[in-house]
């Protein structure tokens, strides 16, 4: 007796581009804030990089915990109208759009001679915490959808597609203001509060993070309404087991134990620890390395926007012809070495236009592969977690997802943010003081970049998986 299933659902269309806005908005808003907040309260609000590291690595942490309870919260929740997931977009949004916008409006900044000033890190603190957490609800919900919202490899490697393309022009756009800010500037090296070009950072900077909040606002919304959870069962005769944060926490173990999943979310804590270092670099490296002014950030933009799709557009060819983890570890040995390269800046007697090239390549090289990771990383992590739905007790798929996609996606975001984490505070701790300015500081965190790939690289090494058919999706099973 054969019994047929319920088509295996998928993104597609308006559908897939509205899910993937969040991609787009949400990143948009997180890489100007997660790249330029650094640059904005050391340089010019005159913060101590110490305090401005402990409230970013601080936020980081709060976020990774606080994902595994909304984990909790939204499994836990029963489905209704509204579906299951999506009611926690609006909740999360209001508080996460009025704190992006306020985190660049301190009341008051750090007087000439004294980095130290408490009000100005108070205020710093609590509102990249608060922001952090409503973020952090936004996120878990997001990506939490993806293993019931597309069910097939084709539909996920499509989604991963889309989700990159739109994360790649998210980074463009979001340094690209900054960077036109910084190239109207006098004096880039003297950007504090107090002097002319400092004043024009103050008024440029907030009204360009206002403008990427509305645009982050417009894109939450537009998961909202492209994600259909009418697939849950609403009339209440199934029931559903409530978990508490603790069982929660005790739930790690089961994707803790998936020795394939473990070394996938290793990774990506490797990957995020060099991601943040190269992010705290970029107007730094700019700055006090190459020194540039006037149209000389525009270069940046350039090898941002052509390295970035080059690259994506190589590894979506690579994909198709290649086993997914063979293309994985391809991209991760190409970032090693150009992070080695960096190597080459030490020597600072070079001509300006051989440091030009080098830093063509090197950087150009580093944010492809960096940000094709998620071709591969988004389609390997939803598949396990289908998988292992698949291979539970529970015969519903639906609510064996449902079980455990909350604690594969809070163990893999707790562990992701703790890379952020190490790195917000091992360089700010690094660039205290002088060291701020110090170019031969700047290139050795730059080739430090390398062993954090190198890592990244030896675990995604131990991935074993020997056969497709561990994303297939069965349409059929018999009885």
């Excluded at 088509?7 to 509205?18: A, D, M």
């Excluded at 500037?185 to 206002?210: C, M, Q, R, Y």
């Excluded at 970029?282 to 090898?303: H, N, R, S």
């Amino acid at each position: 007796m054969e019994e047929t299933l319920p088509p295996p659902r998928e993104l597609t269309g308006k559908r897939l581009f509205g899910y993937s806005m969040g991609d787009l908005g949400m990143s948009l808003v997180n890489m100007f804030t997660g790249v330029y907040i650094f640059q904005y309260y050391v340089y010019t609000i005159n913060l101590n990089s110490i305090l401005v590291s402990i409230g970013v690595s601080t936020q980081l942490i709060i976020a990774a915990f606080f994902g595994i309870i909304f984990g909790v919260i939204i499994d836990n929740k029963k489905p209704g109208k509204l579906g299951k997931r999506r009611p926690f977009l609006l909740i999360g949004l209001p508080i996460w759009f009025a704190t992006t916008i306020l985190i660049w409006l301190p009341p008051w900044k750090c007087p000439e001679g004294n980095q130290l000033f408490l009000p100005t890190a108070i205020y710093f603190w609590v509102m990249i915490l608060v922001r952090s957490i409503a973020r952090s609800l936004l996120f878990n919900v997001y990506i939490s959808m993806l293993p019931e919202q597309s069910q097939t490899p084709k539909n996920r490697e499509s989604v991963a597609s889309v989700r990159s393309a739109f994360s790649i022009i998210a980074s463009v756009v979001a340094l690209m203001m900054p960077l036109i800010v910084q190239s109207l500037l006098d004096d880039p090296k003297n950007a504090k509060w107090w002097t002319p070009s400092g004043e024009i950072v103050l008024f440029a900077i907030p009204i360009i993070g206002t403008c990427f909040a509305i645009f982050g606002l417009i894109s939450v919304l537009s998961i909202y309404f492209s994600v259909d959870e009418s697939f849950h069962d609403v009339s209440g005769d199934h029931q559903r087991e409530k978990i508490s944060v603790i069982e929660r926490f005790s739930q790690m173990a089961i994707p803790a134990k998936d020795s394939n999943f473990r070394f996938v979310i290793i990774a990506g804590f490797f990957g995020g620890l060099a991601g943040k270092t190269l992010g705290l670099l970029v107007f730094p490296f700019q700055t006090y390395v190459l020194e540039f002014a006037d149209i000389g950030f525009f270069i940046y933009v350039l090898i941002s926007l052509c390295g970035k799709f080059a690259w994506y557009f190589f590894w979506i060819k690579m994909r198709k012809r290649n086993h997914i983890l063979k293309s994985y570890s391809t991209a991760m040995v190409l970032a090693i070495v150009a992070s080695f390269m960096g190597s080459f800046f030490l020597m600072r007697f070079l001509p300006f236009g051989i440091q030009l090239t080098l830093y063509i390549i090197t950087w150009s090289t580093v944010l492809g592969s960096m940000y094709s990771f998620p071709l591969f990383s988004i389609p390997l992590t939803a598949a396990m977690v289908h998988e292992a739905a698949e291979n539970a007790e529970e015969p519903d798929i639906d609510v064996a997802m449902s079980k455990i996609s909350g604690s594969y996606y809070g163990l893999a975001s707790f562990v992701r943010s703790m890379g952020p984490a190490a790195a917000s505070l091992l360089v700010g701790f690094i660039l205290s003081g002088p060291n701020e300015t110090n170019p031969i500081i700047l290139i050795l965190i730059w080739v430090a970049m390398g062993f954090f790939y190198l890592m990244a690289l030896v675990v995604i090494k131990k991935i074993k998986i020997h056969h497709i058919s561990f994303f297939n999706h069965k349409i059929t099973e018999e009885v």
